[in-house]
């Protein structure tokens, strides 16, 4: 089964949500503070 997170606002007056990357998936793929991430929509 896969992770589960919960999407936030970023800021109180941002329309912008944040969510948390799960340490699992942050060590499987070698993720650090600063590291750019590339969305795509499949």
Known sequence: ???ITVLNKATTKSRSLRTTIPMSIVTQVNLSEGDKLN???N
């Open 1 to 3: 089964m896969g992770e």
């Open 39 to 41: 969305w795509e929509i």
